[in-house]
Antibody
Framework: EVQLVESGGGLIQPGGSLRLSCAASGFTVSSNYMSWVRQPPGKGLEWVSVIYIGGSTYYADSVKGRFTISRDNSKSTLYLQMNSLRVEDTAVYYC?????????????WGQGTMVTVSS | SYVLTQPPSVSVAPGQTARITCGGNNNGRKSVHWYQQKPGQAPVLVVYDDSDRPSGIPERFSGSKSGNTATLTITRVEAGDEADYYCQVWDSTSVVFGGGTKLTVL
């Protein structure tokens, strides 16, 4: 079965760090665009970061310089290293596979992991 | 940065047709994707590349585009279609989501 399972969320103080993981099964993360998307409580979807098949990485301005996306091909796992966390980073974080479309659409999503930044 | 504009809410009676729009100043040159999100669940792709449907998505869901406005159309609306709907495009190397539209089935 093709699926994504996130882990690593939790409660963290402002200024702290957290690493999210997203384990893929049924496909390899290195063969697809992979992205992180977040959703603050009661709000809409917000794109965070993407890693291309070739390894290039891109970030939303709101997280640039603080977050790092990476992948471990041997473990077929996507990561999001989050440093210097802010209260406004509080959200459910989803990983998603860019698996269809002439311009990549996200066809597989994980169940999400909650990150709460609060003192 | 690129902006996608969706109506905050759309209401429709069961069995009727719902239309959700997504405007952007250059959508005519971009492929638009649509996602459905029910409360407490992850988003689900329902239309990609303006009008293609992933396997498993009912034919009642369709997409179209006219000029810079993309439209998600849901025919014969059912109670189970009540959800938030988001459009999405790529703007160079960035992903952009619309603000979302809450579809209410009356």
């Amino acid at each position: 079965e093709v699926q994504l399972v996130e882990s690593g969320g939790g409660l963290i103080q402002p200024g702290g760090s957290l690493r999210l993981s997203c384990a893929a099964s049924g496909f390899t993360v290195s063969s697809n665009y992979m992205s992180w998307v977040r959703q603050p409580p009661g709000k809409g979807l917000e794109w965070v970061s993407v890693i291309y098949i070739g390894g290039s990485t891109y970030y939303a301005d709101s997280v640039k310089g603080r977050f790092t996306i990476s992948r471990d091909n041997s473990k077929s796992t996507l990561y999001l290293q989050m440093n210097s966390l802010r209260v406004e980073d509080t959200a459910v974080y989803y990983c998603a596979r860019g698996g269809v479309g002439a311009t990549v659409a996200f066809d597989i999503w994980g169940q999400g992991t909650m990150v709460t930044v609060s003192s | 940065s690129y902006v996608l504009t969706q109506p905050p809410s759309v209401s429709v009676a069961p069995g009727q047709t719902a239309r959700i729009t997504c405007g952007g100043n250059n959508n005519g040159r971009k492929s638009v994707h649509w996602y459905q999100q029910k409360p407490g669940q992850a988003p689900v792709l329902v239309v990609y590349d303006d009008s293609d449907r992933p396997s498993g998505i009912p034919e009642r869901f369709s997409g179209s585009k006219s000029g810079n406005t993309a439209t998600l159309t849901i025919t014969r609306v059912e109670a189970g279609d009540e959800a938030d709907y988001y459009c999405q495009v790529w703007d160079s190397t960035s992903v952009v989501f619309g603000g979302g539209t809450k579809l209410t089935v009356l």
